[in-house]
């Protein structure tokens, strides 16, 4: 069975499955996007990504509405899932991404988010990006006050650097649970909030954990010592990235993204991988730059 971790007052499986790639281009079929949901169920996922501007068009909450359609054809499950969704991206013409963190707009992306998943509450809202038109704060107090209102039972933000950071753990407090930013193999940036995140108790949803939903399938080529490490092992070298993230660090919690059922199984798979010394050096993370050293 797979391994669970800290999600704010709760266990969830210590992989959790990004949904996007199940509606984001128009090729997906949806029969085989309900047998990944499935498959990821059978094999102990309890943590669901998605975001109301997921999907192939402008259209809003086709991903929501794919992901607890999935769910809901089986029994129990929505008893045991936590579904963090996200608020605060639009989509424009030509399904172009736009930012609204105003707190206007968080009040009522979250309003429709539940309604559509149909929950007494959202279970993990996430504010999906910072909107530099928009003062932070303001942004986080929408944020708050769904919680305080019981829109939302759990507040994460997403995209932050440090600075958001530390202003969201002071306007927040415990109601915030989570950071999801970008780490993987390819992309180490975070590293600073992720340990600010392992000190505060909030968990790191490392988003892209395989390079992306592009990048995933080169992963090999470009992470040559992941491929080394996984070739020794006999394992892919995405499931070599998923037990490397879960290695780093007990605070991170990897969403790969998956539309086929063998994908989010062979994930799952590399959660009771534990990396062994030499695989640990030599995928080592690079030090964090102290302040005023370049990267
Ligand atoms: N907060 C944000 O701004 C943000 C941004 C981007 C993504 N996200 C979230 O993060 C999730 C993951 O990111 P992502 O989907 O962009 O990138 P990703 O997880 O790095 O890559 C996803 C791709 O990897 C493939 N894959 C997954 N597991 C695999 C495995 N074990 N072996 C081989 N291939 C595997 C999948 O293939 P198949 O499709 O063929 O199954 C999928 O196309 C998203 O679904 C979304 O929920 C958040």
Redesign the pocket.
Known sequence: MIPTRRLGDQQVSAVGM????LTQTLDKDPAQGVQ?VHAALDAGITLF???DS?GPTGEMGVNELALIRALRTRPDALERVVIAT?GGHTRGPNATWWVDGSPKHIASAARASLQRLGLEALPLY?L??PDVRVPFADSLGALRALVDDGIALRVGI??VDHDQLDTAIEILGDRLVSV?N?Y?PLERSNEAILRLCEQRGITFLA???????R???GLGAAAPAFQQAAERRGI?V??MA?AWLLSISDAIIP??????P???Q??VG?ASIELDEREREELAVPPVPTEGEQP
Do not use: C, F
Request: proline residues 5%; without cysteine; positive net charge.
């Open positions: 990004g949904s996007m790639t990944t990504d998605t975001a997921y996200k996430q999906h990006r997403s995209n999801q970008e993987s988003w892209g954990p395989l390079g992306g939903m990048a995933a399938k892919s995405q499931q998923v969403i790969p993204g998956a539309s086929r063998e994908s989010i062979s994930s590399a």
